[in-house]
């Protein structure tokens, strides 16, 4: 079913549907065994190059179960889109953009990598009406990146996303807390730096540890350890909120469960969690509220909480597990929720406004708790 967009994301009105066409392309084109990727695994496609007939057979069958009033995308997925052969490149784009100019479709986007930007590439993606480029920068630690062999270094990075951004196309970055070599403090200042580039749209991936990958075999010689759920949350919450906080939307946050990546089966350790963005967002949500009602007196009352519906699950948190901290963290009796129109978050007992705050706040609040 398509979905609403969790933020705004450029050129699309927030609340308009958006469905995605995606066009899983094999990783043929990439130059680098990294250390933690097993594309087979993460596309869930072997290793056959679709060509034109493909894309087209994909595209008729997600239109027909489409809504007319629903945006509409082509997405090539793999990584490393244009890295790969030139001619098939324009065998799978001419299809697509057929799509995009007869308005079936709205934009096309890829992800590739840092290293296979440059103005010609740049030029055959505007030729074929590309709109979003993706580049999996990773990391923005040189280390960091010899030790996941990316085989590109952090000023590729920067240099690819000037000319995505100068050549008139939406930037998008892709990130992965936890890759060997990496910390905390390094996995946020790839976020500030990040920022720097001014991605219209970031994609936060914790690492994962996938099975037949080397990644797996240096946690099986324990030369490395990946994040643990809780770790992997409190980074991502950070790493969440500086993005935002600075207007750039986060339309990812952990890899998601398909039928052929899966905890029990594929996913050998690391933070996965199949409601992963979830945790991310209550865990800033209750934070925030746990600071400024701590700050009352609230033992034995009632409280409501009123919120825009968006965010009264984040608020709540999964199976009610904010709500049970704060009554017991501050002994409040009884905590309720009411649905309101507008984005201010207010917060009542006896009908007297204890406090009220925008929900924008909430991520420079957040950060400034840290």
Do not use: W
């Not at 960091?144 to 000037?162: F, P, W, Y």
């Not at 935002?244 to 990546?261: A, P």
């Not at 701590?294 to 999964?318: E, R, W």
């Not at 507008?342 to 909430?362: A, G, R, T």
């Amino acid at each position: 079913m398509p979905l609403k967009m969790h933020c705004h994301e450029k050129g699309i009105s927030m609340n308009k549907k958006m469905k995605i066409i995606p066009i899983f392309v094999p990783h043929i084109g990439c130059p680098n065994d990294c250390v933690f990727c097993n594309q087979r695994k993460i596309t869930g496609q072997k290793n056959v190059v679709p060509g034109k007939e493909y894309v087209r057979s994909i595209v008729e069958e997600y239109i027909k179960t489409i809504d007319e009033d629903t945006y509409r995308e082509i997405a090539f997925f793999g990584g490393s889109f244009t890295a790969i052969d030139i001619k098939i490149q324009e065998e799978l784009l001419s299809a697509a953009k057929y799509y995009k100019d007869s308005g079936l479709v709205d934009r096309i986007r890829c992800s590739t990598r840092p290293d296979a930007i440059n103005d010609e590439i740049l030029k055959l993606q505007k030729k074929y009406g590309m709109d979003i480029i993706e580049l999996g920068i990773q990391s923005l630690d040189d280390e960091v990146l010899k030790l996941s062999n990316r085989g590109h270094n952090k000023r590729q990075s920067i240099e690819a996303s000037r000319l995505i951004k100068e050549n008139g196309f939406i930037l998008g970055h892709q990130i992965m807390p936890g890759l060997p070599g990496s910390n905390k403090e390094k996995d946020i200042e790839t976020c500030i730096e990040s920022i720097e580039m001014k991605p219209d749209m970031v994609r936060i991936y914790p690492t994962l540890i996938i099975k037949d990958t080397k990644l797996y075999d240096m946690y099986e010689k324990g030369t490395y350890k990946p994040l643990a759920l809780q770790e992997a949350v409190e980074i991502s919450a950070y790493i969440y909120s500086l993005y935002r906080v600075n207007n750039i939307n986060v339309i990812r946050i952990g890899l998601q469960n398909t039928d052929s990546i899966n905890e029990d089966e594929d996913v050998m350790a690391g933070p996965f969690h199949p409601a992963f963005r979830q945790l991310v967002e209550e865990k800033v949500y209750y934070a925030v509220l746990l600071s400024d009602l701590s700050k009352m007196n609230l033992a034995g009352k009632n409280i409501v909480i009123c919120a825009p519906d968006n965010l009264i699950s984040y608020l709540a948190g999964q199976k009610k597990a904010n709500i049970n901290k704060l009554k017991e963290e501050l002994s409040i009796k009884q905590i309720y929720f009411k649905k309101k129109i507008d984005d201010i978050i207010e917060i009542y007992h006896d009908n007297k406004k204890l406090l009220s705050f925008h929900k924008s706040e909430i991520f420079k609040n957040y950060l400034n708790m840290q």
